[in-house]
């Protein structure tokens, strides 16, 4: 079928795909087969879309600029252990809090290391990231909501962090370069964090590690497992070595009491654990022990 044209994540009146059958019979040549098809089918439809935007002089960072804005524009609220927007969307939840000092742990193998993060939510993961003593933390959010929550809970007091105001493709002049970063954003698409990814190779420093939220295809774990390859391949270019660790996480249906629409459906979480080539080969030249200046931007 698949030779013959048929798209690789078609599915069936059930809502199924070829690779769901394949992973039910067990079935592993089936499996690789359509892997390897909906990754070469991505990687080229990704590389055609760039090539098209080029061609006509688009930026990316422009291209989900409305989406983007209109997420900035909308008003939040803290409740429950959620952070909710004006549609009841869940920006970020509670239970969360086991993945992120996960995330943390494996960025920071040690004190006293330069931290990123993109994107503070309710902040969990940067209060994971505080247990580990960072030299410099730096943060960079969009919403003014989120902005002035941390205000409020005296992140732009503590000793060490840096408030970085806006959206990260506004404010790339105002960074340096890091041992750790984490990105997890909202109201924007895979295409942005491509472009955060081509950025990799100037921000983080030689042995220095990269993760993510991976919250790709939640509802079709075939799907995220192409994901997940998809990206092994494009982060490959950027000099990095990837890897996912499987994470158990139980998330009770409580939890979604109030949220319009549930972002997280399986019990397995795919860990992104990605490390910079030490042969980097960059030219630019940085002082690679000098951490960003402190205070607000």
């Known amino acids: 079928l698949i030779c013959n044209g048929v798209p690789w994540n078609a599915l069936d009146r059930h809502g199924r795909c070829a690779g769901d059958y394949a992973l039910r019979s067990g079935s592993q040549k089936a499996v690789d087969q359509i892997v390897n098809a909906g990754v070469t089918a991505e990687l080229l439809f990704a590389q055609l879309d760039k090539n098209r935007r080029k061609g006509k002089g688009i930026a990316v960072s422009k291209r989900f600029n409305e989406d983007s804005k209109e997420y900035i524009d909308r008003n939040i609220r803290y409740t429950d252990g959620k952070l909710l927007d004006e549609s009841q969307d869940a920006v970020m939840m509670k239970w969360e809090t086991p993945l992120m000092n996960t995330h943390a742990q494996m960025l920071c193998p040690r004190e ?10 309710m902040g969990i993961v940067d209060t994971a990231f505080q247990k580990f003593k960072p030299r410099t ?3 960079v959010e969009a919403h003014p909501g989120v902005l002035k929550k941390m205000s409020e809970e005296g992140w732009d007091k503590k000793g060490g962090v840096q408030i970085v105001a806006g ?10 370069t ?13 295409d942005d964090m491509r472009e955060f990814h081509s950025q990799l190779p100037r921000l983080l420093r030689r042995g220095g590690m990269y993760s993510f939220f991976n919250g790709f295809c939640p509802d079709n774990i075939f799907f995220q497992g ?7 391949h494009e982060l490959a270019r950027q000099n990095m070595e990837v890897d996912f660790a499987e994470c158990d996480i ?24 990605c490390k910079k080539k030490p042969d980097s080969g960059t030219t630019m030249e940085v002082d690679e022990k000098k951490g960003p200046e402190q205070g607000n931007a």
């Open 112 to 121: 006293g290391l330069d931290i990123l993060n993109i994107g503070f939510g």
């Open 137 to 139: 933390h730096t943060i």
């Open 167 to 176: 959206r990260w493709q506004d404010v790339m002049d105002k960074l340096s």
């Open 178 to 190: 890091y041992d750790a970063i984490f990105f997890d954003t909202y109201g924007e698409y895979y």
């Open 226 to 232: 192409v994901m997940c390859q998809v990206l092994q």
């Open 250 to 273: 139980e998330v009770d249906d409580k939890e979604w009491q109030g949220v319009s629409r549930k972002y997280f459906w399986s019990n397995t979480y795919y860990l992104p654990i």
